[in-house]
Every structure is written in C-alpha cells, then in structure tokens.
C-alpha cells in the first residue's frame, strides 16, 4: 500500500514538473530556422522581445569580407553586416507563450514582416510574418 502511495506522489510530481516546464518556457534564447542555415538569438528589451542572426553558414564572401545588408530598402544601410544584424523587435507578450506586435526584417528580401511568435514548449517556438495579406509560418528549434 505504502508503495502504491509513493507511486502515485512520484507521478504527481513528475506531471506538475511537465506541465510546469511547458508554462513557462521562454523565447528568450537562441532558434535555428527550419534550413538550419542560420541561428537567431532573442532577449528581453525591457518589456518586449528582440533577435539578432547569431550565426549562418556561409558569413564571409568570397574575398573574405562579411556578407552585408545589400537588399536593404534604405542604401544607406547595405553596407551592414549581416552578422549580428537586429532582425526582431517590439514583440508584445499578451499570453502565456504568446508574443504579438512584433516586426522581422527578412535580409533576403529587404522586407519587414508584422510578426507573432508562439512557445509550443521549451524547444519549439512557432513564427508567423506577414506582409499584406500574405502570411508564412515557420518551427524554430532551440539550440541554447
């Protein structure tokens, strides 16, 4: 009977220790995109969520020099390294795991999406971006 007992505290616990992890994951850390291409680091700025590329593949041209922000819109921010570059901003926590209001710069294309952000759990952040009407989702994995 004791046994019986023990098991079934031992379980309580452990099932309040998962569903307590899950609450409260955090975006803060650093994401790997779905191509694994390149890594995303996200802080707390105050009160909202910022992101920076931390890392990709191939960050240098072929002379050696870092790869800029050539698609920028504004020129006078092409010459920009990319490595490093503040790419995420003014996401708004409006529930638990879910960030609203924020905005990505996409340097492949020199846009910058309206953007929400989704923790499904410590290793899975859900992004969603839009420009227009036009919307796209992806699954970052946590790498830190």
């Known amino acids: 009977m004791i046994t019986n007992l023990l098991k079934s505290i031992l379980a309580a616990l452990v099932a309040t220790i998962?569903?307590?992890?899950?609450?409260?994951?955090?975006?803060?850390?650093?994401?790997?995109?779905?191509?694994?291409?390149?890594?995303?680091e996200i802080w707390l700025c105050g009160e909202k969520l910022?992101?920076?590329?931390?890392?990709?593949?191939?960050?240098?041209?072929?002379?050696?020099?870092?790869?800029?922000?050539?698609?920028?819109?504004?020129e006078a921010l092409r010459?920009?390294?990319?490595?490093?570059?503040g790419i995420m901003s003014g996401f708004t926590e409006t529930s638990d795991g879910k960030w609203t209001k924020g905005r990505i710069y996409n340097p492949e294309d020199g846009r910058i999406y309206r953007s929400?952000?989704?923790v499904k759990d410590h290793n899975t952040?859900?992004?969603?971006?839009?420009?227009?009407?036009?919307?796209?989702?992806?699954?970052w994995t946590r790498v830190k």
């Open 18 to 40: 998962l569903f307590t992890s899950v609450g409260n994951a955090e975006p803060t850390g650093v994401w790997q995109v779905p191509d694994g291409k390149s890594h995303i």
């Open 50 to 74: 910022c992101g920076k590329i931390a890392w990709f593949t191939d960050p240098h041209n072929a002379d050696g020099t870092l790869k800029v922000d050539e698609k920028n819109k504004n």
């Open 79 to 85: 010459t920009r390294p990319l490595l490093g570059l």
């Open 116 to 118: 929400k952000l989704e």
């Open 125 to 139: 952040l859900n992004v969603s971006g839009c420009v227009l009407v036009f919307c796209k989702a992806q699954t």
